[in-house]
């Protein structure tokens, strides 16, 4: 069926040249494809992260769910599920994450991977490379001093 209303398309290509050559008639065909895939592309609707103005466009019921930590992080984890989403930033490290209902268990699935990734980055002990620095600059300090001896060696008197 999408086949036949393919196929069945008429466009109408209007061109004012003096004189009819291969070259024009191919650069107003390169025009009219672009215009078609622009209008195509305008006509599809956005999948992933964007914004919270154009996931209410797309008339479908939303819900929302508190988020803090980095929306990063969780773009890896919402990329490998497919979901349609939105982040509104309501304070430092808090997010409103908007979503489609129709797509809750997927945001579910999604959710609950992302937090045990969450979950066991806080597990890992690897301390930065800075406070690793900080903390042996610290040790130096405590450690006491030590005195330079020096001493003359008595000089070999069969040399």
Do not use: N
Not at 65 to 86: H, M, N, Q, S
């Amino acid at each position: 069926m999408i086949d036949e209303d393919v196929s069945q398309r008429t466009i109408a290509l209007s061109i004012r040249t003096g004189k009819l050559t291969a070259r024009v008639l191919a650069s107003a065909l390169r025009a009219a494809g672009r215009k078609i895939q622009k209008e195509r592309r305008a006509r599809q609707t956005p999948h992933g992260r964007q914004s919270v103005k154009k996931l209410m466009a797309h008339g479908e019921a939303t819900s929302s769910i508190e988020l803090t930590g980095a929306p990063k992080d969780f773009d890896r984890v919402a990329r490998k599920w497919g979901v349609d989403y939105a982040f509104y930033k309501t304070g430092p490290d808090k997010y409103l994450l908007f979503f489609k209902s129709g797509q809750a268990d997927a945001i579910t699935a999604c959710f609950s991977e992302y937090s045990r990734r969450v979950l066991d980055r806080a597990k890992t002990d690897r301390v930065p490379i800075r406070e690793q620095l900080r903390r042996a600059a610290a040790e130096i300090l405590r450690q006491p001093a030590r005195k330079k001896e020096r001493t003359k060696e008595a000089a070999h008197e069969d040399r």
